[in-house]
Each structure stands twice: as C-alpha cells, then as structure tokens.
C-alpha cells in the first residue's frame, strides 16, 4: 500500500471562472422598470447583471491549467441550480473523464442555497488533509444561474461558476481549524415549487438572516483566531482583506459595517468606538437589526477599511450579479485580480459564505506564493469588457423564454449560439426522455 507524505498548506491552487456573455446595464433598466433612478445602481450597489437564455466549465479550466483528468481524484459540486431531483450535476461532468479513462473520482452536489460551494469546498479540502487521500487533487466547482420573477427582485440576479483546484502546497493554502460556523431554521429564501426555477422570498428576513449569521460567524471565527493565534483580542484589524457573498453589493457594505460593531461590543472602552458608544450605550447585538441610524452610522465608521478590506473584492459582483454558490469564489477571484501579488504574500483573506435557510461560515487563507499566473488565466477585467449589451427589452424577452421553456421535453432551445464566449460548453438539446445533450462553440 502506498503511504502519501502528510500533506502541508492544503488550499486552493487554482481559479477559473465562467459567466454569460450577455449583460443588461442597471441603469437602463432602471429606466425600463419605471423606478427612481439609482434604485437598482445605488439601492443595491449595481452596476451591470449577467444573465443566461435558454443555452446555458471544466474543460476549458483543465486545458487553461493543463491538468490531466488522470491527476483527479475528487470532484465537488455546490448549487442550487438544480436540473434533477436525483441524478447530480457532478455526474454530467463525468463525461469529460470518459477519455482519460478515470472513473474513480469522489464526491457529488452539496445544496443549501449560497452556502453550497462553501460546503463543496470544505469537503475536497478536508479530503486532501484526511487520512483518505489518496494523492491525486480535487475540483470544485460552485455556481448558479439567478433569477428572479419580474418585479423588484428581479435586478438582484445574475450568472456565474467557479472552478476550483485543491491540493497541497498551494499558494492560498485554509487556515486550519480557524473557522466559524452558524446554521439555523429560517424561512427567507426558499424554492419549494418544484416547477419553477424562480424563489419564494421574504426579503425583510433574508437581510436580517444574513447578517445575524455574519455576527456569529464573525465571533466564532475570532474565538478560533485567538485561541490559535495567541491573540489577547482580535478584531477587524487582525484581518488584511474580507470577501462576502454578495446578493447585492449593498448588502456586503451593510455586512462589513456589522464587523465593526462587534469589534466595539467586545472592546466598548477603546477610545476608536467613542462615537459609537457615546449614542447607542445599551444597543446589544440582537436588538440592533432594526436601528437603522445606528446602521448608517456603522457603514459611514467602517467605510475607510471597508475601501482597503473589501471593495477590491466586489469588482465581479458589481459587474455579473449575484451567482449564488460561486458568488464568494467570484469574490476571492476580484480580489487576487484586483490587489498586486507582492501586496497580498503574507496577508490573511478571510471569506463569509452565506447560504438562506440559513447555513453560514467564516473561514480563511493565508498568501504564501506567487498568484499572478492565477490572475492571468483568469483575466477578469478582459472577459468582462468583453461582453455583449442587450437592452432590457430583449432581456425581459429572454427571460420570459426561460420561464416559457423551464422544464420542457423534446426541445431545443432558441438562444443564440454566436453570442457566446468561445469555448463555451452549451446545451443543444433536451430529449423525449429529459435527457439532456450538450455541445461546444468554437
């Protein structure tokens, strides 16, 4: 039997990313909609959203990085994007293995709303840092299509999925065991019609849920920092940068702001929280998720840091939308695209995942290597200049297809095939027996 060295720096040694060419400009669909102008722009902090037809990324991450499918021995799925209530997703990617001969790889989907691809990733790690490990690496890959019924909803969608490669000795390598965790029962964000990809929303709650699960994530995560670190009192400044799963990009700010106030309920006597303590001395952590004035104060305390800590991160999903699973890891990707590789060795990325229902996680990694090569495969700023515009007619003409055709046998869809980015997996038929058939565009 053969015996793997321990592996060390077990993290994440590759990204790739996918999104629809097509987008619709937020303020022209402001315009559409009727509604007050910045509403969808500055209201959700929107600028641009991806979105798919009725046409739609392995393979073009395995040829990017030239990694033989012989050297998988793991693949995690993480979406909510589902097109069978049995058979997973993972195993439609298996047909790209066929060649190689490599039927032995683990894993399936992972669901739980955004929180999915989190949950993908916390398996194939845990699998290379476990006694399982068999020595080959693992991929994730998280992402979904959102999309909303039209209505006020409908602006916070978008499209995306992210491909991840996980071994040892990688240049984003997971702190170990620094992790905090919060799940609980909550009815905000939920598709119990299986006949319709669109969900059942209560929005006041989700904004609440998110950020009641950002707090004690936040403080789980803090107690694993101190107790692993050695540190008196961590707090905000024990972080270098934060990704957040974005739903809306004003979300993450508001998310952001509440870091902030922890770190003062735990520390109320720090001089640097006297503005803070001097309006709301007797605001606790549950009774101020209604206190809207003292949340405007938060976002305008923390808006220096946040700048540093957090906006590099947000360059995708201003520009795509929300992609549930994979919003995160488009998140991470922002970030190492956007901050110099010299700026980031050494420093500490925390990420907030998030997923309605509720299951939420903080967790971290730490730079040690070089990741331009990454950022180059990745060439974000690129892809998304290299978009097509569609206007929010033709959108909401898309839109109403994919509702029209959700579910339909013996079809072929009617998306356009050339507007696609080339290299672009896409399906070309569904068959009499829902048996779905898919084709490349060169």
């Keep these: 039997m053969t015996v793997h060295p321990r592996p060390e720096n077990v993290g994440i040694k590759a990204i790739d990313l996918y999104f629809p060419r097509k987008y619709v400009d937020q303020v022209e669909l402001e315009k559409h909609d009727g509604v007050s102008a910045g509403k969808y722009t500055i209201g959700l902090g929107q600028d641009k959203m991806s979105f798919c037809d009725d046409r739609e990324v392995v393979k073009q991450f395995m040829a990017k990085y030239n990694i033989d499918y012989k050297d998988i021995g793991r693949l995690e799925v993480g979406t909510e994007t589902l097109i069978d209530k049995s058979k997973s997703t993972k195993t439609f990617l298996m047909s790209l293995f066929n060649e190689s001969g490599n039927y032995s790889v683990e894993g399936i989907d992972t ?56 071994g040892p000795d990688a240049p984003l390598f997971i702190e170990f065991p620094i992790r905090g965790t ?23 709650l989700s904004v609440v849920s998110y950020l009641r699960a950002l707090d004690y994530a936040y403080l ?15 707090s905000l400044s024990d972080i270098d940068f934060l990704v957040f799963h974005s739903p ?38 549950e009774s101020s998720y209604s206190n809207k004035a003292l949340e405007k104060l938060l976002i305008n305390l923390s808006k220096p840091i946040y700048i540093q800590k957090t906006m590099p991160s947000l360059l995708a999903a201003r520009n ?6 994979g919003s995160v890891f488009f998140g991470l990707a922002s970030l190492l695209s956007s901050v110099g590789n010299s700026d980031l060795q050494g ?6 995942s998030y997923g309605s229902g509720c299951a939420a996680s903080m967790y971290s990694f730490t730079v040690h290597g070089d990741v331009s090569s990454v950022v180059s ?59 779905r058939h898919y084709n490349t565009f060169m």
Aim: charged share 25%; net charge negative; glycine share 6%.
């Design 320 to 325: 795509i939308g929300n992609m549930y699973t």
């Design 347 to 352: 420093k500490r990325i925390a990420l907030f």
């Design 377 to 435: 495969k990745i060439d974000l700023k690129a892809k998304l200049d290299d978009r097509i515009e569609v206007s929010p007619v033709e959108f909401e003409k898309m839109m109403q297809l994919r509702e029209n055709t959700h579910n339909k046998v013996s079809y072929s869809p009617k998306g356009s095939v050339e507007e696609l980015f080339p290299g672009t997996v896409y399906l070309d038929s569904v068959d009499s027996m829902w048996r």
């Design 182 to 204: 919060f799940m609980e029962h909550v009815y905000d964000f939920y598709k119990p019609d299986l006949s319709s990809e669109f969900p059942t929303v209560d929005g006041p």
């Design 111 to 166: 669901t739980n709303a955004c929180y999915g691809g989190t949950s993908a990733l916390f398996n194939a790690i845990q699998w290379v840092d476990s006694r399982a490990w068999d020595g080959r690496l693992a991929l994730v890959v998280s992402g979904d299509i959102a999309v909303y019924a039209s209505g006020n909803a409908r602006p916070s969608g978008g499209a995306g999925v992210a491909c991840i490669l996980v």
């Design 220 to 234: 789980g995560y803090l107690d694993k920092l101190e107790k692993t670190e050695k540190i008196p009192l961590a």
């Design 248 to 285: 809306y990009t004003k979300q993450v700010a508001k998310g952001f702001a509440r870091l902030l106030f922890n770190d003062y309920l735990r520390d109320k006597t720090n001089p640097k929280y006297a503005e803070i303590l001097d309006q709301y001395p007797e605001e606790t952590l």
